[in-house]
């Protein structure tokens, strides 16, 4: 187990192996950590259990040939904008979107699909940095107040357009055709 240095008391006494890294959700330590224990032991499967761990886990399967999803999958899990093109290909409804690299992409977005409209990460999760924006002067404020565009790095966000209603969703685990586990969420 790779965890978080403030999560100490959490940890599992079953585990044989524990390592510590001091920020998991954005530090290089986890990946050097995994790719270090990988060429060492003979390690089966990987297993993702929060989304912070798809890609990571899918990339590490990849370069050490464990089975599993592999990142090109994996991708549609965690990247909203081809996961929204995926599903519109096969003919489900989404709402209108659009990828956001500069502040220029949200102006046309809302010149065509107007407001209310969402702006989020595209591989974001648990609402984390998203915003909702339901006028000209909400969507002042975050323009001059965000940090996400930046001349050297792409801003990769996710605008659409906001649908009113409450959110559900199923988690859950299949082995084999069966469910293991399974949980709604509103």
């Known amino acids: 187990a790779i965890v978080s240095k403030e999560g100490r008391a959490e940890i599992d006494s079953s585990l044989k192996v524990v390592k510590y890294?001091?920020?998991?959700?954005?530090?290089?330590?986890?990946?050097?950590?995994?790719?270090?224990?990988?060429?060492?032991?003979?390690?089966?499967?990987?297993?993702?259990?929060?989304?912070?761990?798809?890609?990571?886990?899918?990339?590490?399967?990849?370069?050490?040939?464990?089975?599993?999803?592999?990142?090109?999958?994996?991708?549609?899990?965690?990247?909203?904008?081809?996961?929204?093109?995926?599903?519109?290909?096969?003919?489900i409804r989404v709402p209108f979107f659009k990828r956001v690299n500069s502040c220029l992409d949200i102006l046309d977005f809302i010149q065509t699909h107007s407001y209310p409209c969402i702006i989020k990460p595209a591989r974001g999760y648990g609402s984390f940095k998203t915003t909702v924006f339901h006028d000209q002067k909400e969507l002042d404020a975050f323009l001059e107040t965000s940090s996400c565009f930046n001349e050297f790095l792409e801003a990769n966000l996710d605008i659409e357009q906001y649908i009113h209603g409450g959110m559900y969703h199923v988690d859950g685990i299949i082995r084999d055709g069966k469910i293991i586990a399974v949980w709604p969420s509103r």
């Open 21 to 91: 890294v001091n920020d998991y959700f954005s530090s290089p330590e986890v990946e050097k950590l995994c790719y270090s224990i990988l060429k060492e032991a003979r390690i089966q499967r990987i297993v993702a259990t929060s989304e912070t761990d798809i890609l990571r886990a899918a990339k590490l399967r990849d370069l050490f040939r464990i089975p599993g999803q592999p990142f090109e999958s994996a991708l549609y899990f965690r990247d909203k904008i081809l996961m929204k093109e995926k599903l519109s290909a096969h003919g």
